[in-house]
């Protein structure tokens, strides 16, 4: 069955929200050193490249990693192609089919060279909360940094989302993918108290092509 990796490559020259820590990959020990082996050290934010918000994120109140129910993060996903919109609310969402997948990838085609952080990105509307709870959707993924405008302090859209049950992955890579219904698997490393967590988040093609 054909995977289609939806995961944007962490390397030491990837874009990170700016004024936060660098990503960071080296090799502390050298084989050499210790005689036996190669050990890495990773430096990183936790919403470096595709990741996942844990409410904490943005509640101090809010749930942590270990509380996160996984089965959220595997399962039927439906990719749509938003492209035409500056932002995503219910009006923008109405025309389209969402079937009964639980799960809604929204493919905006903004994010393009993973070294430089956008200096603009589509956002989505806080009423896209309700509307999400209403379609039965517990997940929405999009292909830039955040739900919300790069300039928000309130973080609107992540809240509503919260508040409606609904989960957030972000900076998923929609390039090559084309709008239709997929598996989804984007697990979070169990980092117990995280506000959030990179993931290695791929696509399965149902139809087993
Ligand atoms: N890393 C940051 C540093 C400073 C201020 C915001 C962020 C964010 O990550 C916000 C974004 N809405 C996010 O959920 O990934
Ligand atoms: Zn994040
Ligand atoms: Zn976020």
């Not at 030491?12 to 005689?35: C, H, R």
């Not at 996984?70 to 919109?85: C, H, K, M, N, T």
């Not at 989302?161 to 697990?187: K, R, W």
Request: glycine share 8%; net charge negative.
């Amino acid at each position: 069955m054909k995977l289609i990796d939806i995961s944007k490559p962490l390397t030491n020259s990837i874009a990170v929200w700016p004024g936060d820590t660098p990503f960071s990959y080296e090799v502390e020990v050298t084989k050499k050193q210790s005689g036996s082996v190669n050990i890495g050290k990773v430096t990183m934010s936790t919403h470096t490249g595709t990741h996942i918000d844990s409410p904490f994120h943005f509640d101090d109140n809010g749930k942590r990693v270990k509380d996160l129910n996984l089965s959220i993060y595997i399962g039927p996903a439906r990719v749509i192609d938003v492209s035409e919109f500056t932002s995503i609310g219910a009006e923008e969402l109405q025309g389209y089919d969402l079937g009964n997948e639980s799960r809604l990838l929204l493919k905006t085609d903004s994010s393009t060279n993973p070294e430089v952080f956008p200096s603009n990105i589509p956002y989505l509307q806080s009423n896209i909360g309700p509307f999400l709870k209403e379609k039965g959707i517990e997940l929405i993924g999009v292909d830039v940094p955040s739900v919300d405008p790069l300039d928000s302090k309130s973080l609107d859209a992540h809240h509503a989302l919260s508040s409606n049950g609904v989960h957030i992955l972000e900076n998923i890579v929609l390039t090559d993918v084309e709008p239709g219904c997929y598996e989804l698997i984007a697990l979070p490393l169990p980092i117990q108290e995280a506000d959030g967590s990179p993931v290695r988040a791929i696509l399965r093609n149902l139809e087993g092509v």
